[in-house]
């Protein structure tokens, strides 16, 4: 049973299914908030499912971390890949400066208008 568990096929399975239901989570706070705030850490959310279902679809076992150490030199068959961790570093970065970037437009949007309920918004009038 518990070798059953350490495949990697599982893990991928269970990487898949867990990191859709964060998706999905976070696709329902889109959808369902109405308050800017709570949308954009919902597409957080989004954004951090993804992440995982990436980096956990290129997880292998029985491979070591991509760590070049005292005893190793190059790079052989037993590491994990490691061009998609750094990538994912690096969109990790680039979505948190996003994200603060987008909560300091919603703050100063509330200094502004004094409310962030997007059905409240009527900056640009109405059409007629």
């Given at each position: 049973?518990?070798e059953?568990?350490?495949?990697?096929?599982?893990?991928?399975?269970?990487?898949?299914?867990?990191?859709?239901?964060?998706?999905?989570?976070?696709?329902?706070?889109?959808?369902?908030?109405?308050?800017?705030?709570?949308?954009?850490?919902?597409?957080?959310?989004?954004?951090?499912?993804?992440?995982?279902?990436?980096?956990?679809?290129?997880?292998?076992?029985?491979?070591?971390?991509?760590?070049?150490?005292?005893?190793?030199?190059?790079?052989?068959?037993?590491?994990?890949?490691?061009?998609?961790?750094?990538m994912?570093?690096?969109?990790?970065?680039?979505?948190?400066?996003?994200?603060?970037?987008?909560?300091?437009?919603?703050?100063?949007?509330?200094?502004?208008?004094?409310?962030?309920?997007?059905?409240?918004?009527?900056?640009?009038?109405?059409?007629?």
């Amino acid at each position: 049973m518990l070798e059953t568990l350490n495949q990697t096929t599982f893990l991928h399975t269970v990487v898949a299914i867990g990191s859709f239901t964060i998706f999905t989570i976070g696709l329902v706070g889109v959808l369902s908030k109405k308050n800017l705030f709570k949308i954009f850490l919902s597409l957080s959310i989004v954004e951090s499912s993804l992440f995982l279902f990436f980096i956990g679809s290129h997880f292998e076992v029985g491979k070591a971390a991509p760590i070049v150490a005292d005893g190793i030199k190059l790079f052989d068959g037993h590491m994990v890949d490691p061009v998609p961790q750094a990538m994912i570093l690096t969109t990790i970065v680039i979505g948190v400066a996003v994200l603060a970037l987008s909560l300091t437009f919603v703050v100063n949007y509330y200094r502004l208008s004094g409310n962030i309920d997007i059905d409240k918004m009527d900056e640009l009038g109405e059409v007629q």
